[in-house]
């Protein structure tokens, strides 16, 4: 459905610690570029990427705005939540069951170090 999702950062270094440890918690490698650059995913699938934007205008997060990412299991997602609060994030909604539907879901919601919204689901299959 996307090529990729990309969030501006005012704080590089803080960003990178930060994605580094919640993609890791979720089974997800990084590629770093020059230490100000990164980003998250497999070759051939959607790409999550974090830096400073390229027209050199300060980095804001989008009002209403948020990254939603998969997560294998309930217990993934504690270990995401936790790995961010440990790097610099903060809770925008701790880990808990969350009634979206008919399926189980289950999510938690950080902002990163520099305000970027972001949130990791699991969701099951409702049987």
């Not at 504690?78 to 961010?84: E, F, Y």
Request: with cysteine; aromatic share 10%; hydrophobic share 40%.
């Amino acid at each position: 459905m996307f090529t990729h999702v990309r969030v501006g950062s005012t704080d590089p270094a803080a960003s990178i610690a930060f994605y580094d440890a919640t993609f890791a918690a979720l089974g997800v490698s990084g590629q770093h570029k020059e230490g100000i650059h990164a980003m998250y995913g497999a070759p051939g699938g959607g790409l999550f990427m974090v830096g400073p934007p390229a027209d050199g205008e300060p980095a804001c997060h989008a009002n209403g705005g948020t990254v939603g990412f998969t997560a294998a299991s309930p217990e993934q997602v504690d270990a995401w939540h936790a790995a961010g609060l440990a790097k610099g994030g903060t809770c925008e909604g701790a880990p808990g069951p969350r009634p979206y539907g008919d399926m189980p879901m289950y999510g938690a919601y950080l902002r990163d170090p520099v305000g970027n919204k972001l949130c990791a689901f699991w969701i099951g299959s409702g049987e």
